[in-house]
């Protein structure tokens, strides 16, 4: 009967919260006091969970190799149930997120600019623009040719909204005269191209942060390129020029280091004054038939890795490349009809 009522006692007392250390009992009219019975850790699965979601719990049988957490699970756990002065003990388990409470992992931004290559073709694809490209202001690669087009491309106001290219920006064949329809620009991340644009006299563009390689071709009214580095001082890439009306690169005083070559041909640049900071080339200084060129005239430049001269006979003396200049590892150097050159030293 003792033994039957301490059973009943034990089995009462395991099932609260809190163990006790020890129990008194009142049998026969005497207070018999009887040890409790040591705590035994409830199981993994006893585990009471929450009832709104599933657990994931890890399966391994040592409890530390840890379960790995599914992407936008939440790390909670369960409690043992413990007798006073005994450590915690918890298992940790991981639950999806409850389905009334937004996604944890915020979603990639996507851009407006569907196609890596935007071509536009004609005046009414510009004049379009938004409409067909709705919110895109960063396209990857734009092209705007004007082969072909009637009426011709005139102005780019229909892109007025751009903020960026990120990549390329070409524009060819049109009857533009000014790029400044596209001041807004401030980044174009790997080539400017103009080429082909026989009425286009001024390039705008005063806004630019960042800006790679230069490429005009063609463009026999272009004079003027003010404004180009007002808001940069390197050229990353090279700077390709070639029959061109410019006279002068005073668009270009800011810049202080071309990251590739500086190639001008079939000018009438009669130096490179205007380029007074330029003090880096990191490629190659190659100028071609330029009649009207009487001095080279980059007295501050330090580096360069080359030079190619050809066909211009006003040029006496190249003594004025060599003031500051400080890298002796010249991969080329060459001269070519040069006939007006009387002095190297």
């Known amino acids: 009967m003792c033994k039957l009522f301490y059973c009943l006692v034990t089995t009462l007392i395991i099932g609260q919260a ?34 709104q979601n599933q657990t994931n719990v890890a399966k391994q ?19 043992y149930q413990k007798r006073s002065g005994a450590p915690n003990r918890e298992l940790f388990t991981y639950l999806p997120p409850p389905t009334n409470y937004p996604r944890l992992v915020t979603a990639n931004k996507q851009t407006a600019c569907t196609a890596d290559t935007i071509i536009l073709n004609s005046q009414a694809q510009i004049d379009n623009f938004s409409t067909n490209y709705p919110a895109c202001t960063t396209p990857k690669y734009l092209v705007i040719d004007g082969a072909g087009a009637n009426p011709a491309i005139t102005n780019l106001t229909g892109l007025a909204g751009l903020t960026q290219v ?10 533009l005269t000014s790029l400044s329809a596209l001041n807004s620009l401030t980044y174009i991340g790997d080539t400017l191209q103009l080429d082909h ?41 090279s700077i390709n020029m070639d029959s061109t009306g410019l006279t002068n690169l005073e668009g270009l005083s800011g810049i202080h280091c071309i990251l590739g070559a500086l190639r001008i041909g079939y000018g009438h640049l009669t130096s490179f004054s205007s380029l007074s900071n330029l003090n880096t ?19 501050n430049l330090t580096t360069c890795n080359a030079f190619l001269f050809w066909d211009m006979p006003n ?18 150097f060459w001269m070519i009809d040069m006939n007006g050159l009387t002095d190297l030293s």
């Open 18 to 51: 809190t163990v006790a250390q020890e129990i008194k009992v009142v049998y026969k009219n005497k207070t018999v006091t009887v040890a409790a019975p040591k705590e035994k850790p409830i199981s993994k699965q006893n585990v009471k969970r929450s009832p």
């Open 61 to 79: 049988r040592n409890i530390r190799q840890a379960a790995t957490p599914q992407r936008n699970f939440i790390k909670t756990s369960a409690k």
């Open 166 to 175: 990120t990549n390329k920006l070409q524009i060819s064949n049109t009857s």
């Open 197 to 237: 644009n026989a009425l286009l006299t001024s390039t705008g563009l005063t806004n630019i942060t960042h800006l790679g390689a230069l490429y005009f071709v063609n463009m026999p009214a272009l004079t003027s390129i003010a404004g180009l580095s007002n808001q940069t001082d390197t050229i990353r890439g």
């Open 281 to 299: 080339i990191q490629g190659s200084l190659e100028v071609y038939h330029d009649t009207e060129m009487t001095s080279i005239g980059l007295h």
């Open 315 to 332: 040029i006496t003396s190249l003594e004025d490349i060599s003031h500051h200049l400080i890298n002796k590892d010249i991969t080329q």
